[in-house]
Nanobody
């Protein structure tokens, strides 16, 4: 059974950094496409960044500030990280990790309904 769990959220000041972690159990990391989404109060869940076999891709507002880092595929407890730098108040949201169990390498997946498994989310608050 596949399980996804995020960690690493918290409070950061504007301009600060946080690293979120996504732990995936129930399969090898290289068999999954992985993405980060976020949802602010009163707003729809939105794509932040993803990886699907041929490098990471990002939403425009974060692409110069956020990075997706993947553990080695040989690590049975491999994780995917979202490194967030130069945080802004508008980055405040609950952040979710999601995976696709069967994907086409190099295809970019931006829609929530394309993802099979989700973590419960971790809260990120950016405030002075």
């Amino acid at each position: 059974q596949v399980e996804v769990a995020e960690s690493g959220g918290g409070l950061a000041q504007p301009g600060g950094s946080l690293r979120l972690s996504c732990a995936i159990s129930g399969g090898s990391l290289d068999t999954y496409a992985v993405a980060w989404f976020r949802q602010a109060p009163g707003k729809e869940r939105e794509f932040v960044g993803g990886w699907s076999g041929r490098g990471a891709y990002y939403e425009d507002s974060v692409k110069d500030r956020f990075s997706i880092i993947r553990d080695s595929d040989n690590n049975p407890r491999a994780r995917v990280f979202l490194q967030m730098n130069n945080l802004k108040p508008e980055d405040t949201a609950t952040y979710y990790c999601a995976i696709i169990s069967s994907y086409y390498s190099g295809t970019h997946y931006y829609n929530t309904d394309e993802y099979d498994y989700w973590g419960p989310g971790t809260q990120v608050t950016v405030s002075s």
